[in-house]
C-alpha cells in the first residue's frame, strides 16, 4: 500500500509542475521582457521538477508507471470538466 501511495503522490507532483510550465509558457509572452525571461527560466526550473518526480516515481515503484500516469491524466481531464 505504501509504495503505491508514494508513487501516486510523486505523479501528482509531477502534473502539478507541468500545470505550471503550462501557465509560465502563457503569461510570458504578455510580460515586459525582464519578467518574461524570469517565467521562462520559472518554466525550465518547473520542467525539470516535473521530469524528476516522474524519474523517481518510476525509480521508486521499479517498474513502468505510464499506465499510472495516464489513469491521474484522464482523471484530472474529468475533473476540469465537471460542472
Same mark, same amino acid.
Given at each position: 500500500?505504501?509504495?503505491?501511495?508514494?508513487?501516486?503522490?510523486?505523479?501528482?507532483?509531477?502534473?502539478?509542475?507541468?500545470?505550471?510550465?503550462?501557465?509560465?509558457?502563457?503569461?510570458?509572452?504578455?510580460?515586459?521582457?525582464?519578467?518574461?525571461?524570469? #517565467?521562462?527560466?520559472?518554466?525550465?526550473?518547473?520542467?525539470?521538477? #516535473?521530469?524528476?518526480?516522474?524519474?523517481?516515481?518510476?525509480? #521508486?515503484?521499479?517498474?513502468?508507471?505510464?499506465?499510472?500516469? =495516464?489513469?491521474?491524466?484522464?482523471?484530472? =481531464?474529468?475533473?476540469?470538466?465537471?460542472?
Amino acid at each position: 500500500h505504501e509504495p503505491a501511495t508514494i508513487v501516486d503522490k510523486m505523479i501528482i507532483g509531477a502534473y502539478i509542475e507541468a500545470r505550471s510550465c503550462e501557465r509560465f509558457a502563457k503569461l510570458a509572452p504578455h510580460l515586459d521582457e525582464e519578467l518574461s525571461r524570469f #517565467y521562462v527560466s520559472l518554466l525550465r526550473s518547473e520542467a525539470r521538477h #516535473y521530469q524528476d518526480y516522474l524519474s523517481l516515481a518510476e525509480q #521508486y515503484a521499479g517498474e513502468d508507471i505510464s499506465e499510472r500516469v =495516464a489513469f491521474f491524466g484522464k482523471l484530472e =481531464a474529468e475533473l476540469i470538466c465537471a460542472p
